[in-house]
């Protein structure tokens, strides 16, 4: 379902050039959930962006749903994210002045035809999270377990086979961040893959698999 195969990550600026992931190889079936783990400034986040398309490997393979992803357009890139992807994010990254209702649309706006049905998905996703009754607020009227619940809404509300998640729980109060980490492990039961960046060995328990990196390489 995601399968990384040599992959290398190099950042350039004009006077320093940073190995941010070396040789990375992992290949994800589907169902599984999957933490990443490891120091700051280890490679989690451009692993995650990597596996998202938001980023392009320096060297490497990358393919998502059996698609080898060399070559493509950033338009195609997009398609693909917006159907198969869902994304949290550490900071929720929710849209102020937007209501809850509006905010958990967005994704659908990119694809044509669905905007007949558009609001019933995006109160099915709210329901699923239990927030139904918040619809009509906007994010700063929430806590921020809601606004997280919010996000996940929109993670899911295009029915994405994966989930990627970039320390989800890292803004929230231990309270906060298990009910998160419930709703990740109901989606994750009822097949969706996820794909998660933490710091909470934890968390990182209650998933099936781990990844440890530590300077750009997979130590474990
Ligand atoms: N756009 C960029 N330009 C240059 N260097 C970068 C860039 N993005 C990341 N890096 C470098 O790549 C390395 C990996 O960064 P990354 O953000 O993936 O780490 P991380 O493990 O997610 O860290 P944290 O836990 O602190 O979020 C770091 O050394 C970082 O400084």
């Known amino acids: 379902m995601i399968k990384l195969s040599g992959i290398e990550k190099v ?13 990375i190889n992992v290949d994800i079936q589907p169902g599984e959930f999957v933490s990443i783990m490891g120091p700051s400034g280890c ?11 938001l980023d392009e490997p320096s060297k490497g ?16 890139l997009a398609r693909i994210r917006n159907l198969e992807i869902g994304f949290i994010f550490q900071s929720f ?10 905010n958990v649309e967005i994704p659908l706006l990119y694809r044509p035809g669905s905007g007949s049905n558009r609001r019933e998905l995006a109160k099915e996703a709210l329901e699923k999270v239990g927030l139904s009754n918040r619809m009509k607020h906007f994010p700063n009227q929430l806590s921020g377990g809601q606004k997280q619940r919010v996000a996940i809404a929109r993670a899911i509300v295009g029915r994405p086979s994966i989930i990627l998640a970039d320390e989800p729980t890292g803004n929230l109060d231990s309270n906060m961040g298990n009910e ?9 039961k009822e097949g969706t893959t996820i794909v998660m960046v933490t710091h909470d060995e ?19």
Not at 11 to 23: K, V
Not at 93 to 102: A, E, G, Q, R
Not at 206 to 219: E, K, P, S, W
């Open 202 to 220: 934890n968390m990182a328990k209650h998933t099936n698999r781990l990844i440890r990196l530590f300077d750009g390489r997979q130590v474990s």
């Open 61 to 76: 393979a990358v393919e998502i749903n059996q698609r080898e992803l060399k070559g493509y357009k950033d338009k195609e």
């Open 43 to 53: 490679g989690k986040s451009t692993l995650l962006n990597i596996i998202g398309l």
């Open 11 to 23: 950042y350039r600026t004009s006077s320093i050039e940073t190995l941010a992931l070396d040789n």
């Open 180 to 188: 998160i980490l419930n709703i990740l492990l109901q989606l994750n």
């Open 93 to 102: 990254h929710l849209i102020n002045d937007l209501s809850v209702l509006d």
